[in-house]
DNA sequence: AAGGCGGGGCC
DNA sequence: GGCCCAGCCTT
């Protein structure tokens, strides 16, 4: 057995956690429902709704049997409600393809909807003893920092890396206690913040905390630069009233009014015949305008534009709107109203 | 205010 | 096969 194994079986031993509610079972059912509470979210969160779950469902077959409804109703604030409607599937699935007993084989488990590599593995290191490696945040924590590996855990070549190392590290035997160990010991002791590197067991081979680097690992996923994005808009005037596109159903703005937008080397006139059915007349450039959005910044470009003639078939249009100026009160996005506002400041009287 | 976190879905 | 998302929590 590799050092690094032994020693944190010993540490697990002594400094590891007991008595938690999903400990001293080897229930598949139990033990698969505590994995898949524990994705995301933290222990102290997780036993108070866990306790209460086992309470409603006790076993497997209960579980399938009811109605979704109740279940999510029992996942209510724990967020990623997908792992409630999976452990449902899954439940049902179970019935079905194994006769109601969860499945021993780990091709098996991971076929179960909400369970990937880890957490299969995790679940047959717990309930059936398998020799599976575990690779969760915490494993990833312990490992990069033990081990001087850097690259972002989430990237491909990373995440290889160290899916080879945590199976080269597994002991022959107590790999129960060993998966448990790496757990406890990345929740506790090498946590994110603030590890506790004085008391660790294994400092002694830790090339982080030699290299001084504990604090640089695992390295943090790289910062998106922030796309900017340019589009004009087209603010089209005609009798008091201005032209408003309906988006699409999806993606930015879906299903919002918003105003037609060409990319800043369209033919305009070309557009406004082909796309709008209108002939327009160039009136002004209205000051830029940017606008925020989680993972680009949109530079908006205004242009008022006069319709000098409109094609009957604009009229007919569903995703076109002749809108008069108090359409500010529609389903129109931020950036828009307030260009709009603009617009009715810059013709006000004086 | 930002980033972590397993797995699934989308391209 | 890479990218993004979900929802809560910690820092």
Redesign the pocket.
């Known amino acids: 057995m590799s050092d690094f194994a032994q020693h944190l079986i010993r540490w697990q031993k002594a400094h590891g956690r007991h008595n938690l509610p999903w400990q001293g079972t080897r229930d598949a059912y139990r033990i698969w429902l505590s994995e898949i509470m524990?994705?995301?979210?933290?222990v102290?969160?997780v036993i108070p709704y866990y306790l209460r779950f086992l309470e409603r469902f006790p076993n497997l077959a209960r579980l399938a049997d009811a109605p979704l409804d109740e279940v999510l109703a029992l996942w209510?604030?724990?967020?990623?409600?997908?792992?409630g409607r999976?452990l449902h599937a899954a439940a049902r699935l179970v019935m079905e393809r194994h006769g109601g007993a969860f499945p021993e084989y780990i091709e098996d488990i991971i076929a179960?909807?909400?369970?990937?590599?880890?957490?299969?593995a995790a679940i047959a290191a717990f309930a059936y003893g398998a020799h599976c490696a575990i690779l969760?945040?915490?494993v990833?924590?312990v490992l990069t920092r033990h081990f001087g590996i850097a690259g972002h855990?989430?990237?491909?070549k990373t995440e290889t890396e160290l899916w080879l190392l945590a199976e080269s590290l597994l002991p022959a035997h107590q790999v129960n206690t060993y998966t448990q160990a790496l757990m406890d010991f990345g929740a506790t002791l090498c946590?994110?913040?603030?590890p506790r590197c004085a008391s660790c067991p294994l400092g002694s081979s830790c090339v982080a905390l030699a290299t001084d680097s504990v604090a640089r690992l695992?390295t943090?996923?790289p910062?998106?630069i922030t796309l900017q994005k340019t589009t004009r808009m087209l603010i089209l005037r005609h009798a008091g009233e201005i032209l408003l596109e309906k988006r699409p159903p999806t993606g930015i703005w879906g299903g919002l009014w918003s105003l037609p937008e060409a990319d800043m080397e369209t033919d305009l006139a070309h557009h406004c015949r082909t796309h709008l059915g209108m002939e327009v007349a160039t009136a002004a450039n209205l000051p830029a305008l940017r606008h925020s959005f989680?993972?680009f910044r949109l530079h908006i470009a205004p242009l008022l534009l006069d319709v000098t003639r409109l094609f009957p078939r604009v009229e007919q249009a569903e995703q076109l709107w002749l809108a008069p100026r108090d359409a500010l009160s529609a389903a129109i996005p931020a950036a828009v109203r307030k260009l709009l506002q603009q617009l009715v400041a810059l013709e006000a009287p004086g």
């Open positions: 524990l994705q995301q979210t933290q102290g969160t209510s604030g724990l967020g990623y409600y997908s792992r999976n179960l909807p909400g369970i990937g590599r880890s957490t299969a969760d945040g915490n990833k924590r855990p989430g990237a491909k946590t994110r913040a603030k695992p943090s996923r910062k998106k989680t993972h």
